[in-house]
């Protein structure tokens, strides 16, 4: 059964530790996070991007395959399911279908409005008991065709949102989507530190987790980040071992072109990148 992200949070930034929202793209990518969070005993948020959603044939078969795999995988850790990014149309969207956790991302609205829409669907998950994350200050890099230079949110704003009754909330510090550029200036701690002391007992929620540096992702965890978003580093892995799959023509022995069998590397390389991740976060053993 797929849970809020609420209390699992709650327990994360009280035991200053992460949990790891791990991105999933199709039947492969979700069924080696379920595991690896089994394994390694671990709360687990699977997100789902508005552009991976129409990808996998809508949000109702995704909450169909992650219901289903959790049953017959014997899945007992606390696993949510997220939308990434939603738009307001796309929030109410995940609701409907059956999503447990949805994130609201009005932060290329004014502000005046990004808090209108964010109050409206606060009320909405309250009542239905899911939880919902709100962003401040536009994360960089692209998402699904929205592009943001890593802005660096005003701890000001950022209070007002989670003033509203939002589960978490992801403010810019400077983190982008994607690879990190050579010049990239690294996080802005000061910041992060400012948006604490503001915000309290809320779980803050850092985007573009692959690239940044263990220790940034330790010092930010310390600060009140309970909630790390990854999904670059495991398409990266996913590939890399399905590339050395092909060029060592193990597709062309006997019956390596079996789907199984040829996307059996990625899906392993998706299970080892999640695990890492798991133990950097400290969520290991925390189910």
């Known amino acids: 059964m797929i849970v809020s992200a609420k209390e699992m949070l709650t327990k994360a930034k ?80 995940c609701i409907e279908a059956g999503f447990s956790s949805i994130m609201f991302d009005g932060s290329h609205y004014p502000i005046e409005e990004n808090v209108e829409k964010t109050k409206e669907l606060v009320a909405l998950t309250n009542k239905l008991g899911l939880s919902i994350e709100a962003e401040v200050g536009s994360i960089g890099g692209e998402e699904d065709g929205v592009i943001g230079a890593g802005e660096v949110a005003d701890p000001k704003e950022c209070k007002m949102i989670a003033d509203l009754g939002v589960t978490m909330l992801a403010a810019g510090i400077g983190n982008i989507h994607g690879k990190y550029p050579e010049n990239w200036a690294g996080l802005s701690f000061d910041t992060l530190a400012a948006i604490q002391e503001l915000t309290g007992e809320m779980p803050l929620v850092l985007h573009g987790g692959t690239g940044i540096p263990e220790d940034m992702i330790l010092k930010a965890i310390s600060l009140g980040v309970s909630k790390i978003n990854v999904n670059t580093e495991c398409q990266l892995a996913f590939a890399a071992a399905t590339r050395t799959y092909i060029e060592a023509g193990k597709d062309l022995e006997g019956k390596g072109f079996d789907p199984r069998k040829l996307l059996a590397p990625g899906f392993e390389a998706i299970k080892a990148t999640v695990k890492e991740k798991m133990t950097l976060f400290g969520s290991v053993g925390k189910a």
């Open 14 to 93: 009280a035991g200053k530790y992460a949990v790891g929202q791990f991105n999933i793209n199709n039947l492969e990518w979700t069924k080696a996070i379920l595991l690896t969070a089994q394994e390694e005993s671990s709360p687990v948020i699977l997100g789902v991007s508005e552009g991976a959603g129409k990808y996998m044939c809508g949000y109702s078969t995704i909450v169909g395959m992650v219901e289903g795999m959790i049953k017959n995988l014997n899945i007992t850790v606390p696993v949510a399911l997220h939308l990434d990014h939603g738009s307001y149309e796309g929030a109410k969207a």
